[in-house]
Structures are given as C-alpha cells and as structure tokens.
T-cell receptor, first 110, second 114 residues
Framework: DAKTTQPPSMDCAEGRAANLPCNHS???????VYWYRQIHSQGPQYIIH???NNETNEMASLIITEDRKSSTLILPHATLRDTAVYYC???????????FGKGTMLLVSP | DSGVTQTPKHLITATGQRVTLRCSPR?????VYWYQQSLDQGLQFLIQ???????AKGNILERFSAQQFPDLHSELNLSSLELGDSALYFC?????????????FGEGSRLTVL
C-alpha cells in the first residue's frame, strides 16, 4: 500500500470548515483513499473513502485531485466533538488490511 | 455504538502472566481484525481471521496468539507478558475478506502490565 503524509496537527474554529490534507504521491491506479478518525482512546471510526471521484456523505466530503496524488477531507461545519486524530490511509481494495500512520490531530476550539 | 463488543474493558496484570481478550463482531460480520495501540507505536495491525481461518498476519509477537470460533467471536491470547505489552487492544470486524475497507472497531481493551 502507498504511503501517506499528513500534517501532525491542525486547529479549527467551531462552526468553520476543517480541511485536512493528505499526500499520497505513490498511489497506484487501483488503490483507494480511506479516512478514519479516532476520538481520544476510542476505537477508530470510518469516515469516507474514494477512488477517483469526489465523495460526500453525512459526515464529510472527500476531494481527490485529478492526478490522485493528494486528497482533502472536509468537515463542513466542525464541532467540538470533531476533535480527534484523523487518519488518511491508502489501501488496495479487496484483501489488504488497513495500515494506520500517525494521522493529523485536529483540535476544534470554541 | 459500532456493534463490536470487547471484554474486558480494563485489565491490570503482572509481568509473566497470561491474559485473554475477547471480541464479539457485529452480527453478520465474518472477518475479525486485532490491532494494538501503544503510545510510541500507534495503531499496529496484529492479525485477521475470516470465518475461523487466519487470513493475514501483521506485527504479532510469537507470545501472542488468536483464534476465531465457530460462533465467530475471537480471542487474543497474550502470554509471558512484558511491561511493553501495556497498550490498548482493538478488535474490528467487517462483512467479508474482500470488503470495502469499512471496518467497525470496538471500544478496546486497555491492558496494563505492572
């Protein structure tokens, strides 16, 4: 699975959009981009995933660049409960397991 | 609530001892994964089972073993415990081996080795 690079920490004001970047320059054509988050000491939680097209669900939006070398997770209206470590993971769909890196610690402040 | 149940939530034991962590996957999920999270190593994949058979192995020590039973629950056995084994142990489940990558994690078992 391709490696990912994320900033170690980010801040966001409550109510504003949180844009979390991820670089995955060695991603191959059949690898998906996944986002998970982990609120302090709880089990990781799936957020969203995509291959090429932008994706949106009730939690977030995922924007993948045309060359697929980077992506951005967008939380449109961050709340205090969104404070967590966000993991960007590249995974070959089908059989491989999820490999977690260090992620980005997002702190949402009032 | 992810639907994945892990017991016990907390466990304190001494070096050299053996413990068993238990995981009940979501109803209908056939795949179970075990992860270890320590302060210095982050989330590390240990092992995966699918419908009772081992499917993938990660950084699991020889002192650790796991199995998945016919009712699909799984147990992770940790023996000859060392201080460095203190960590959060997470179980996750998914429907199948060839899944979408959406894993459902339990709340973890916190192991403290004194």
């Amino acid at each position: 699975d391709a490696k990912t690079t994320q900033p170690p920490s980010m801040d966001c004001a409550e109510g504003r959009a949180a844009n979390l970047p991820c670089n995955h320059s060695t991603i191959s054509g059949n690898e998906y981009v996944y986002w998970y988050r982990q609120i302090h000491s709880q089990g990781p939680q799936y957020i969203i995933h995509g291959l090429k097209n932008n994706e949106t669900n009730e939690m977030a939006s995922l924007i993948i660049t045309e060359d697929r070398k980077s992506s951005t997770l967008i939380l449109p209206h961050a709340t205090l409960r969104d404070t967590a470590v966000y993991y960007c993971i590249v995974r070959l769909s089908g059989y491989s397991t999820l490999t977690f890196g260090k992620g980005t610690m997002l702190l949402v402040s009032p | 609530d992810s639907g994945v149940t892990q017991t016990p939530k907390h466990l304190i034991t001494a070096t050299g001892q053996r413990v068993t962590l238990r995981c009940s996957p979501r109803s209908g999920d056939l795949s179970v994964y075990w992860y270890q999270q320590s302060l210095d190593q982050g989330l590390q994949f240990l092992i995966q089972y699918y419908n009772g058979e081992e499917r993938a192995k990660g950084n699991i020590l020889e002192r650790f073993s796991a199995q998945q039973f016919p009712d699909l629950h799984s147990e992770l056995n940790l023996s000859s415990l060392e201080l460095g084994d203190s960590a959060l142990y997470f179980c996750a489940s998914s429907v199948s081996v060839a899944d979408t990558g959406e894993l459902f994690f339990g709340e973890g078992s916190r192991l403290t080795v004194l």
